[in-house]
């Protein structure tokens, strides 16, 4: 009897010790799965990307997004500042939404992976590139002032593997967000991305 209790005893210890741990891995996982893009090259961003998958810490707003039907961002002008090292460019995002495009522009500035909107007081935005594995890919995480508004995973492609999906899919939850909505990627893309704001409402920040 007493060796039972001690052999559960000390099964107990080694399961609690085992959980600790696991949960410490996950976490130093998080951490890395969810930093910055070391190192991003502004030229890489040029043209055109396709919008694949999207999280939002809230469901009101998850729902809005998947009412889209597809949205693409061009980078384009990227241009290098030697008087303050800053990288500008122009960035175009194009929501299609029930059958109309909806284009909205912005200067932005790059300082390493941090994107800032340059008209500050008009979009309170933060964007941060995240680490991700294939090249062909960009995750933005979009912060306001106060938290986390939405993490997004673009690509030059319209549809990305499972592997780069289930990255995405980690970061988002070890950003304590709701599953990622998934683009259909048979829906067209807006054509034009002219860089002109197109006269009816911006689609892209209405959710705020
Ligand atoms: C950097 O300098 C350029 C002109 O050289 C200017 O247009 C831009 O506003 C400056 N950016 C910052 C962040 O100071
Ligand atoms: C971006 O900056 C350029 C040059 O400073 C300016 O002509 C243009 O109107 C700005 N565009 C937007 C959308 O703010
Ligand atoms: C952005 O922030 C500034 C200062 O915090 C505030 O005055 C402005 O109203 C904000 N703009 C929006 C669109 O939230
Ligand atoms: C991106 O924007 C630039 C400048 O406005 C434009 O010339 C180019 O055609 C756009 N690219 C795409 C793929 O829409």
Redesign the pocket.
Known sequence: MLMTRRVMFATCVIAVLCLVSLSHSVALDCEASVRPLDELDPDHLE??WALIAGSFPDPAHLDFFKRRDST?I????INFSNTNSTTTS?Y?ASVHFEGKCYSH?HNVSLEGSILNFIEQDEVNLTVTFLHVSSPDCVVMRYDNSKKLQRLLLFSRRREVNPQEMEEFSAQVKCLDMLPPAVMDPTKELC?????SDSAVVDTERKPQ
């Open positions: 043209g055109r693409s061009n980078f384009s002008n122009f175009t522009s054509q034009e991305h002219s860089g």
